[in-house]
């Protein structure tokens, strides 16, 4: 089968067919991460990887990122399992990216579906290169150069009220005290600008007074969200998706009542600059 690569929008995404991914090896995964830089998120559909399977592929792309709350799997406790039947609410329902409260954010986030609800569970990206670019220069030139705080607590807080997480919150805080971060960050490998706030961790934009860094995040939590940079896709069992953590958000659409299970990894990064 030939490989193929069809753009979900003009903005980002792609599903690749024509490729194994248990074929994937250390001779040819430069060009499984091409796929990544090129699209930013980019689905493989009927792939049904066993955990640790999932792991092989994760690890060519670096180490793994182990996130340090909610549920693990019981035979490979480095993969995250998202487990929701009522999600309204639970953090994933918001634009983010991924464990940005970390020193060195997630580079790469790894997603299988597992079980679906009959109806629902859709999942949204956003490209924060495009976000960056479509505001004006002024507030371009204005956000450059400054740096945000990006912070745990709302986030745990929301997992160990709703049972997902049993972590002591006073250890967590001490464990991962709050980091800051470019609010405009460069990619290290493509070289582009993007946007790096999310409603998830930002707390506050460092250089700003109270009343500006409320009203700055305000204004671009809202921008993030036009539909000129996204992408929606429609998950069927079995589909594997990799996108980069250092220039996208996602939105998981909580729009189901039913179980619906995702196998994830996320792979380590490097300090935003």
């Known amino acids: 089968m030939t490989l193929t690569v069809e753009p979900l929008t003009t903005a980002t995404g792609a599903v690749v067919t ?75 329902d918001a634009w983010h990216s991924d464990n940005t409260f970390r020193g060195e954010p997630p580079s790469y986030t790894m997603l299988q579906s597992v079980l ?15 976000a960056y670019d479509a505001l004006s220069e002024p507030m371009q030139g204005f956000l450059d150069g400054l740096t945000a705080t990006h912070d745990l607590s709302k986030m745990l807080e929301v997992a160990v009220a709703r049972g997902n997480s049993d972590a002591d919150l006073g250890e967590m805080r001490r464990l991962y005290p709050p980091e800051h971060h470019p609010v405009v960050r460069t990619h290290p ?6 946007l790096f706030v999310n409603g998830n961790f930002t707390t506050r934009i460092d250089q700003l007074s109270d009343a ?11 921008h993030i969200q ?24 996602h939105y998981a659409v909580p729009d189901y009542d039913s179980r619906r299970i995702m196998h994830r990894f996320t792979i380590s990064g490097d300090r935003p600059k």
Not at 226 to 249: E, I, K, M, V, Y
């Open 18 to 92: 024509g490729i194994e991914l248990r074929d994937i090896d250390e001779t040819n995964v430069a060009e499984f991460e091409q796929l990544v830089l090129d699209n930013l998120v980019v689905f493989f559909p009927g792939q049904a990887l066993e955990p640790a399977e999932q792991m092989r592929l994760a690890l060519l792309l670096g180490d793994i990122d182990v996130a340090p709350f909610g549920p693990k799997h019981p035979d490979v406790p480095e993969m995250t399992v998202l487990d929701q039947q009522s999600p309204l609410g639970e953090g994933a």
């Open 189 to 194: 490998r493509t070289g582009r600008k993007a």
């Open 226 to 249: 036009s539909p000129l940079f996204q992408c929606r896709f429609h998950w069927q069992p079995g589909t594997l998706a990799l996108w980069d953590n250092r220039c996208l958000q």
């Open 212 to 222: 500006e860094s409320r009203t700055t995040l305000k204004l671009l939590l809202e």
């Open 116 to 130: 679906l609800p009959p109806v629902g569970g859709d999942t949204c990206w956003a490209n924060m290169y495009e």
